[in-house]
């Protein structure tokens, strides 16, 4: 930590502060309070190229199968702005973007213009950081697994440096090839979740016609095969226990999981958003995220906040970050370890300690955690010397959006 911090030091002391462009792909609630915290600490000059506005007006979400748009504020407190649409005006507007910086941040290596940032960064001489939530080993086999491994080395070796969310995305930059790692938890706004909802449990429960003095077990999120949301209501039709049950979402599964649970024990509510979901969470006791692909699952940092304990498969990326040897940990489709992790859950529930015990460990995946973790990582690669002055015209060309600080 002291390190680094002399390094911004440094950097205000000779009047400049790094530059910071980050490239994202669209407004998203998960990213804006880091955003907006990064700005506020001011130990870098933050703006956001976004390549679309997808997430601001409600569109058809084919995983929820209703028209979503996210009901909180992602534009303020930030410098921002959105690539032009044609694809040449896009071409110049992002390399013109690129020169400005000391350093940029691009997430993944499979979306195009994602490649062309990284692509561009490195013929100008601008040191790119990379951000994602990979795991180690990839899902593809034969060729277009090759193609994605071959893909994958070529960005990460050739970046300045990785920005890792957890220990598996750490491995993940260590078997490709990045010169540097350095830890940049996937976080959410901790206090956001943390504090006491407008909406209290007997009241949520109420409103689905569901009693109040059962444990409420929760899933969160779209109810599609990948996720597995019948292993959980398979398990919980195992329990011998009476319990509550909440599916937070819809998808094409909605029906078949609604069919498996007992009349007045358990509800699928469809889509919820941002503003009401933290009132689910501290309506639940447990949390389970029965996942058979999951890089991270941010579900299990909102729901540790709220003081929710959580149950994973061994394929969600978050499991040995946050929940290993404090939640439960089972092997993905066996519903008899889930039944059974479910059982030792409930045994816990009631410990007056458990919630401060989740929020704890929570707190060290905070956005202060994650915007720390990108100044570090800036401060050491930025080529500060460069005024962007010198580099060519900054704003003004192609910004729609642009937050006033």
Known sequence: M???????NIARDIGHLPRLGVLDLHPIQYHTPLYQRLTA??????????????????????????????????????????????LSARARRLARWLRCHDTVVTYGHSNPWMLAGAAGSRALGVPYLLRGDSGPHGQSGGIRGALRYAIARAVVSGSAGGLAVGHRNELFYARYGASRIVFAPHSVDNERFARPPAVG???????????????????????????????????????????????????DLAGQVGSMLPQGRGVVTGFVNQAELPSYYHAADILV???????????INEAMTAGVLPIVSDRVGCAPDLVAGLGEVYPCGDVEALTAALHRGLARIGDPGLAGLLRRRVDGYGIDATAAGFEQAVTAVATVGRRPSDKGPCTGRGSRFRSSR
Request: net charge neutral; aromatic share 10%.
């Open 41 to 86: 600490r001011a130990n870098v000059r933050l703006d956001v190229l976004y390549l679309s506005e997808h997430g601001l007006k409600p569109v058809l979400d084919p995983g929820f199968g209703v028209p979503i748009a996210w009901d909180i504020d992602l534009l303020s407190g930030y410098e921002h702005e959105f690539l032009a649409r044609s």
């Open 2 to 8: 002291d390190a680094w911090q002399g390094g911004v």
């Open 289 to 299: 995220l029965p996942s058979q692909s999951e890089p991270w699952g941010l579900v």
């Open 201 to 251: 449990r007997p009241e949520l429960l109420a409103r689905w016609g569901l009693d109040d003095r059962y444990p409420v077990i929760m899933f969160c999120g779209k109810l599609k095969p990948a996720k597995r949301p019948l292993d959980l209501a398979a398990a919980v039709g195992r329990l011998g226990t009476r319990v509550t049950v909440l599916f937070v979402g819809g998808g």
